[in-house]
């Protein structure tokens, strides 16, 4: 069973922090990996991708890849109130379209 | 942008019923999913479809059906809807290759009383 793997918190940060979300995934095989922020009652919002070992930045937003180690991480910079939500972290099955999600790690940023 | 949308954004059915969900993309995407997301379980495929008239089970496929007659249209079948299909219910798009992105429709929140 492959399987991504991520803290379902909360995570608790105070605002203007840095907000650290990790995932790790079974699958060697995966190509592409992404990261969706979901509000409560909503549907899940596409905020980074990231396809190679590394950093990639996006705004407040810097997504870090370590295909070695399996493990994926979203670093939020400068932590806002409406940061609050649930974060997804998704992979791919392998060399196919198909993702893998994880359950999600619900993040609380506190003025 | 991609739209993505989706028939009801709620939905209130009894058990037995069939119960059609529809979701329209316009971009054009090969690819179409149908997720449903329930707490603790997360995301869970049903099925998804790469081409028109194409379709392939996803992990949890029983009980429901799809069709795509139309590349911009899939819609999920409930053929006898029960109450442990009460869940929100997921579209996704995407293209095929190597970026592999998926965009979501809104959602259909399902009850079956």
């Known amino acids: 069973q492959k399987e991504v793997e991520q803290n379902s918190g909360p995570l608790s940060v105070p605002e203007g922090a840095i907000a650290s979300l990790n995932c790790t995934y079974s699958d060697r095989g995966s190509q592409s990996f992404f990261w969706y922020r979901q509000y409560s009652g909503k549907s899940p919002e596409l905020i980074m991708s990231?396809?190679?070992?590394g950093d990639k930045e996006d705004g407040r937003f810097t997504a870090q890849l370590n295909k070695a180690s399996q493990y994926v991480s979203l670093l939020i910079r400068d932590s806002q109130p409406s940061d609050s939500a649930t974060y997804l972290c998704?992979?791919?099955?392998?060399?196919?379209?198909?993702?893998?999600f994880g359950t999600g790690t619900r993040l609380q940023v506190f003025p | 942008d991609v739209k993505v949308t989706q028939s009801s954004r709620y939905l209130v059915k009894r058990t037995g019923e069939k119960v059609f969900l529809e979701c329209v993309q316009d971009m054009d995407h090969e690819n179409m999913f149908w997720y449903r997301q329930d707490p603790g379980l997360g995301l869970r495929l049903i099925y998804f479809s790469y081409d028109v008239k194409m379709k392939e089970k996803g992990d949890i496929p029983e009980g429901y059906s799809v069709s795509r007659e139309k590349k911009e249209r899939f819609s999920l079948i409930l053929e006898s809807a029960s109450t442990n299909q009460t869940s929100m219910y997921l579209c996704?798009?995407?293209?095929?290759?190597?970026?592999?992105?998926?965009?979501f429709g809104p959602g259909t929140r399902l009850t079956v009383l």
């Open positions: 998704a992979v791919t099955e392998g060399r196919t379209d198909k993702l893998i």
């Open positions: 990231i396809y190679s070992n």
């Open positions: 996704a798009t995407g293209t095929s290759g190597n970026t592999d992105t998926q965009y």
